[in-house]
């Protein structure tokens, strides 16, 4: 069920001696990534999963997960701060002036089927003065508390739209950050968000409907639009083929993390949310 990607592991001596060390971890009902530094955040390790076809549930995820906690002996050591990264489409961007940490629930009761007993959060997105209110993975926390005890966590798309907030210049920018089954559609213009959404997948034809729609609606041109892509997706995946039979200008945003140096096993624009 599990397939291991790749595991780049870079000789650093100082990291591997240091009681001070980091794990940062991403997971999704796609799979699972984890990467160990220092606080300069200096990778000494990294190591990606996917999951044969994605999971429907967050306790295939603890499975899938504690089995690979098992195997991964790396993982079975002390960490001085652990930081996790929540992974799915249970989320939505509240703007500040609209936001009451009373109504969580009513934020999300019309896009997504919420139950009684879920743990709804929030992150702070300061670069634009919002909140992203989400349902994190309540038994994959309590897995990771168990073994380490307190840590962060916080929604991937939080993290992802302040990187690319960061990123982006003044001229309007189109970003798609690409996973098994699900994509986000991030749009920046002057470090303001135009839009934000996240999109389920089963086909090409599911990807390519989502994006093109998304341009329509923002009066955007096939054309003259650049699109920066991120994620799991190469210059071979079929949803690059018919990306490009559409989209005039694409092009791949590029990590600049120094393990990704003198390898060719994985792409240097996915993982940009645990790595870039």
Do not use: W
């Not at 990264?85 to 009761?109: D, G, M």
């Not at 168990?146 to 840590?151: D, H, L, S």
């Not at 650049?226 to 949803?239: R, T």
């Amino acid at each position: 069920m599990i397939k291991q990607v790749v595991k780049k592991k870079t000789i650093n001596k100082e990291i591997q001696e240091s009681s001070k060390k980091k794990l940062s971890i991403q997971f999704s009902l796609d799979g699972f990534s984890f990467y160990i530094s220092n606080y300069q955040n200096d990778i000494s390790e990294f190591t990606s999963f996917t999951f044969t076809k994605a999971l429907k549930s967050p306790e295939l995820i603890l499975k899938e997960i504690q089995e690979i906690f098992k195997n991964e002996k790396c993982l079975q050591q002390d960490f001085e701060t652990v930081n996790v990264i929540h992974q799915n489409n249970l989320s939505t961007l509240v703007p500040n002036q609209y936001f009451k940490k009373s109504n969580l629930n009513n934020y999300l009761k019309y896009s997504i089927k919420t139950i009684a007993t879920d743990l709804i959060v929030y992150d702070e997105l300061n670069t634009i003065k919002a909140k992203n209110v989400y349902i994190p993975f309540v038994n994959i926390n309590n897995f990771i508390f168990q073994n380490f005890g307190e840590f962060e966590y916080k929604h991937h798309s939080s993290i992802l739209i302040e990187k690319l907030v960061l990123q982006s210049n003044n001229s309007l920018n189109f970003f798609i950050n690409i996973s098994q089954s699900l994509f986000d559609i991030v749009v920046i213009k002057d470090s303001k968000i135009l839009f934000y959404n996240i999109f389920e997948y089963q086909t090409k034809e599911d990807f390519i409907y989502y994006i093109l729609f998304t341009l329509e609606q923002l009066d955007l041109s096939t054309e003259t639009t650049n699109i920066s892509i991120i994620g799991a997706i190469n210059e071979q995946s079929e949803l690059y083929k018919i990306l490009y039979t559409y989209i005039r200008n694409i092009s791949f945003l590029n990590s600049k993390k120094t393990i990704f140096n003198n390898q060719t096993e994985i792409d240097k624009h996915s993982n940009f949310i645990l790595l870039g």
